[in-house]
Structure formats: C-alpha cells, structure tokens
C-alpha cells in the first residue's frame, strides 16, 4: 500500500501506541522516585544538610555561647600547626594499619575455609555473631576481660605462664588493644561478605584447574583472588572509612588515654566540640576528615578496579 492510499487510522494509532508508551515510561520512573524518595530524604536530612551546616560552621569562631564570628579559613591554617591535631591523625593510622590487614586476611580465610570445608549455616551464625553486639556492649565486654588486676585475659596468660600485660592501660599497648577488639567484632562480618563474593565464582573454573594439576595455593592466587576484586575493594572502602572513623570503643575503653596514646581523630574532634567548646575548630577537622576519606576511597576504587570484574 502506497503512503497516498494508506489509512489516517494507521498513523493515529502509531501516535497512540507511542503516547502509551511515554505515558508508561513516566509512571516507571514515577515508582521509581517514590521508592528512592525515603532514602534520599533520610540521607539529605541526616547527611547532606549536616556536611553543608558543618563547612558554614568551620569558617567561623564559634563556643556555642555567643553568635558565630567569622574567620574565614583560620581554623584550617590552625590546624596546619597543631601538634595535637597531627598526633591524633598518627594514632588514627596505626589503629587503621594494626586493624584493616588482619581483619581483612583473618576474614579472607575464614571466608574460603567456610566455603571449601563446612558449608554450616551454623557456622556462618557463630562467625557473624560478634558483629550482632553494639560497639558499646563490646567495648563493655573486652574493658573487664582486660583489666589488668581482675580481666579473665591475664588470669588465662598467668595460667599457661605468661605476665601480666597492661593492656587498655598502657601508652604502648591502649590503641593495639583497641585494634584487637575491632578486629573480633568485625572479622565476621567481612568473612560474610568474602563468603557471599565466593559464591559468585563458578566451581568449573575449580574443575578444570584441578584436571590441570593446580593445588589450592594456585588457584586461590589465580582465581580466587582475582574474581573477588570487586568484593575486596567493597570490604577495603568500607572498612578503612569505618576505621577512621571509630569513636564508641574509645569512648568505653580509654577515652583518648592513656596519655592520649589513644587519641584518634574523631575523639579529637570530640573534645574540641564539646569539652572545649571550639565548634568551629572542630568543624574544620571534621572538613578535612571528610576530604581525605573521599580522597583514599577514590584511590582504592582505581587501584582495585572496583567497577571491574574478571568474569566479563
């Protein structure tokens, strides 16, 4: 049929059919909005508009008593020159270095073991169990369990015949203690994530690895490794941003002591703001704090090729 004899009716209903398809596009992205809506809501009230009233505040003199005045970038060329500040950062690097590898190769090979030898969802359950207990409780936990004088850890290190340790209670030992009960409450969780990663490898890669004669140490550093990239730079960014950012065990254990051998940056922050009073000082570190994380976490992503995966 030539266009001169063909229907009107014909292109009316190709405008309908397409009108109707417009139409259904719009109520998609119309649901789609409406399930997004809470969580940016939640995140604009609860995150953003924090950020934005925390870089006003940074720029200003500020003790909560009287208006805030305004200093334009004075607090940050102050902290420049706070040996405080700079401690605080180093005590927050060693808790990241004493805790981020261990975690991560204690919940690696929990995760692998679980995976080759006892698929027990019981197992998994006992594993992730110390993550249940709030940050609070387990500091709680572990400030009696190591208490010098009466904690159950040196009365079992007398028992077999090793000294006492300070443990909490020493300059040299407060921010490896520390350090020790993170690494027991969140080892569980990041041999959960490593476990679910591991799902998605497939076994025939396994298989025919093994007709080819590799052993296990082979293909864990040939297949396992590799395929859980993606997973691994996940734990990596998560971990690390939660590890600068502990405060609530430090708060139950040490409160920054022993001679603020376990004065991490956010307790840092927590002092200036509320025991001294100096919100926009601390507004300023808590500035930097949040740029240097965006910074590493960009740094992880493209080093581990996070948006990448071997299985392409």
């Known amino acids: 049929m030539t266009d001169r004899h063909r229907s009107p009716l014909s292109g ?3 405008t309908a ?10 109520r998609e992205a119309l649901t789609g909005y409406a399930f997004v809506a809470p969580a940016f809501v939640g995140f604009a009230v609860f995150y953003l508009l924090p950020t934005v009233r925390a870089m006003q505040i940074s720029l200003t003199d500020w003790n909560l008593l009287r208006a805030p005045r305004f200093v334009g970038l004075a607090n940050f060329e102050r902290l420049l020159h ?3 500040f700079w401690h605080s950062c180093e005590v927050t690097l060693a808790y990241v270095l004493y805790n981020i590898p261990l975690q991560t190769a204690l919940g690696l090979a929990l995760a692998v073991l679980s995976d080759r030898l006892a698929r027990s969802v019981i197992l998994r359950a006992l594993i992730i169990s110390p993550y249940l207990i709030s940050n609070v409780v387990s500091g709680l936990i572990w400030l009696f369990m190591l208490d010098p004088l ?3 850890t040196n009365a079992w290190l007398v028992a077999v015949g090793l000294p006492h340790q300070p443990f909490l209670a020493s300059p040299d030992q407060a921010i490896i203690s520390v350090a020790g009960i993170s690494i027991w409450r969140h080892t569980g969780l990041t041999a959960l994530l490593f476990y679910a990663g591991l799902q998605s490898i497939p076994k025939h890669l396994y298989e025919a690895a093994r007709l080819e004669g590799a052993g296990e140490w082979l293909m864990f550093r040939r297949i396992t490794l590799p395929l859980l990239r ?21 708060a139950v254990t040490t409160s920054g002591g022993p001679a603020d ?3 991490v940056i956010l307790w840092f922050i927590y002092e200036n ?3 001294f ?3 926009g000082y601390a507004s300023a570190v808590s500035i930097l704090l949040f740029l240097v994380l965006i910074l590493i976490t960009l740094v992880q992503m493209r080093l581990l090729r996070a948006d990448q995966s071997d299985l392409d």
């Open 261 to 263: 051998a376990s004065r």
């Open 150 to 152: 009466l904690g159950l």
């Open 277 to 279: 009073n100096k919100m």
């Open 230 to 250: 993606p997973v691994m730079a996940f734990v990596l960014v998560t971990t690390i941003i939660g590890s600068f950012q502990v405060f609530d065990v430090i």
């Open 273 to 275: 703001a509320f025991q």
């Open 17 to 26: 059919s397409g009108t109707s398809r417009a139409a259904r596009k719009w």
């Open 82 to 84: 706070d040996d405080k």
């Open 12 to 14: 009316t209903s190709r």
